[in-house]
């Protein structure tokens, strides 16, 4: 049985997975390397708390669980029963974490790592206790997005991806399963499908950035929340399909590598929101404001979906 979670890393997503772990009712440390992301994410609970509020998130018939912030990692996982690490997208620095951790955690502790995409495999190949590693994939932000992937690697034991499962279940979101352990697993295999095609398009010049988002969020995007891609063959023929797919999957974007639109952002530090501009430009009063109006969307979509309103 799962109470205690531990966080490492308090970026992007730590914050909102510890406010939505606590709202379950269980008791979350939440630790990071850099003492200025600890401050930042004080900050981010609150508004995710908020936005939770405003989503109609009770806390667990048990009551709410607690965060608690510390910049010690032993004091963090001390007592775990899973640590969830949340820390950059790189096998070294990820690996680093586990060398960490691996003599201060029992040997029935539950490992789960964030990866948008590393195959679990790769990640479990640093730990003591492979069996008791788990990809725990959320979405952003993570305290709003319900569906959570569940991955487990070579070693991973069924029992590791059934307690993993169980806990997402008992706190009312919606994991899936994902059956092998591939790069990207489900959901980001198929939303880098998109990805590519959408920058590959920008960068051909046959569409505007923003007349590229109006098309796929009032296209596909908004009807794919109620109709997923499966049940859309369905509704449109896959007689129709076929046709489509023998002439245009031939000219989609096939690039295998980074394209240069996005290598020049990056080489200059443009990163998007968290630098004030990427492929658009932010002040820190529009972020704010950006945020909220998304955050206000998602939890009034979200509350449509389920028949709530
Ligand atoms: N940003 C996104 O939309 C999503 C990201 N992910 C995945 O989640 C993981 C974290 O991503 P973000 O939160 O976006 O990253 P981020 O870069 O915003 O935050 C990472 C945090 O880890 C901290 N950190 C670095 N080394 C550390 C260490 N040794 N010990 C403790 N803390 C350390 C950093 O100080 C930073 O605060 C990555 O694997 C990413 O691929 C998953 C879903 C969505
Ligand atoms: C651009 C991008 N990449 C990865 C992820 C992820 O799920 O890991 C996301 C996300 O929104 O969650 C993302 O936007």
Same mark, same amino acid.
């Given at each position: 049985?799962?109470?205690?979670?531990?966080?490492?890393?308090?970026?992007?997503?730590?914050?909102?997975?510890?406010?939505?772990?606590? /709202?379950?009712?269980?008791?979350?440390?939440?630790?990071?390397?850099?003492?200025?992301?600890?401050?930042?994410? /004080?900050?981010?609970?609150?508004?995710?708390?908020?936005?939770?509020?405003?989503?109609?998130?009770?806390?667990?018939?048990?009551?709410?669980?607690?965060?608690?912030?510390?910049?010690?990692?032993?004091?963090?996982?001390?007592?775990?029963?899973?640590?969830?690490?949340?820390?950059?997208?790189?096998?070294?620095?990820?690996?680093?974490?586990? /060398?960490?951790?691996?003599?201060?955690?029992?040997?029935?502790?539950?490992?789960?790592?964030?990866?948008?995409? +590393?195959?679990?495999?790769?990640?479990?190949?640093?730990?003591?206790? $492979?069996?008791?590693?788990?990809?725990?994939?959320?979405?952003?932000? $993570?305290?709003?997005?319900?569906?959570?992937?569940?991955?487990?690697?070579?070693?991973?034991?069924?029992?590791?991806?059934?307690?993993?499962?169980?806990? +997402?279940?008992?706190?009312?979101?919606?994991?899936?399963?994902?059956?092998?352990?591939? $790069?990207?697993?489900?959901?980001?295999? *198929?939303?880098?499908?998109?990805?590519?095609?959408?920058?590959?398009? *920008?960068? /051909?010049?046959?569409?505007?950035?923003?007349?590229?988002?109006?098309?796929?969020?009032?296209?596909?995007?908004?009807?794919?929340?109620?109709?997923? $891609?499966?049940?859309?063959?369905?509704?449109?023929?896959?007689? +129709?399909?076929?046709?489509?797919?023998?002439?245009?999957?031939?000219?989609?974007?096939?690039?295998?590598?980074?394209?240069?639109?996005?290598?020049?952002?990056?080489?200059?530090?443009?990163?998007?929101?968290?630098?004030?501009?990427?492929?658009?430009?932010?002040?820190?009063?529009?972020?704010?404001?950006?945020?909220?109006?998304?955050?206000?969307?998602? *939890?009034?979509?979200?509350? +449509?979906?389920?028949?709530?309103?």
């Amino acid at each position: 049985m799962i109470r205690r979670i531990a966080i490492i890393g308090l970026g992007t997503m730590g914050p909102g997975m510890a406010a939505r772990l606590a /709202r379950g009712g269980l008791q979350v440390t939440a630790y990071d390397v850099a003492p200025a992301a600890i401050e930042r994410a /004080r900050t981010m609970l609150g508004t995710a708390e908020g936005v939770l509020d405003s989503l109609g998130v009770a806390p667990s018939s048990a009551g709410a669980g607690t965060v608690r912030f510390t910049d010690d990692i032993g004091d963090a996982v001390a007592d775990a029963d899973l640590v969830i690490e949340n820390v950059p997208e790189n096998i070294s620095v990820k690996a680093e974490v586990y /060398r960490m951790i691996d003599g201060l955690i029992s040997s029935d502790t539950i490992v789960a790592s964030d990866t948008s995409g +590393i195959p679990i495999t790769k990640l479990q190949a640093h730990i003591s206790h $492979p069996e008791r590693m788990v990809g725990m994939h959320w979405s952003n932000p $993570p305290h709003i997005i319900p569906m959570i992937e569940v991955i487990g690697g070579e070693k991973t034991a069924p029992q590791t991806v059934a307690t993993i499962r169980e806990l +997402i279940r008992s706190i009312g979101l919606l994991p899936v399963v994902v059956k092998k352990d591939v $790069p990207g697993f489900v959901e980001n295999r *198929v939303f880098y499908a998109l990805l590519r095609e959408a920058v590959d398009l *920008v960068e /051909r010049g046959v569409i505007e950035p923003e007349d590229l988002d109006t098309c796929v969020s009032w296209g596909i995007g908004y009807k794919i929340a109620v109709i997923g $891609p499966m049940a859309l063959l369905d509704m449109a023929g896959l007689d +129709i399909y076929k046709s489509v797919s023998s002439f245009l999957n031939a000219d989609l974007s096939n690039r295998d590598d980074v394209a240069p639109m996005v290598l020049e952002r990056t080489n200059a530090s443009k990163f998007g929101i968290k630098s004030g501009e990427g492929m658009f430009s932010y002040t820190p009063e529009q972020t704010k404001a950006l945020q909220a109006d998304r955050a206000r969307k998602l *939890v009034a979509v979200r509350r +449509i979906l389920e028949g709530r309103e």
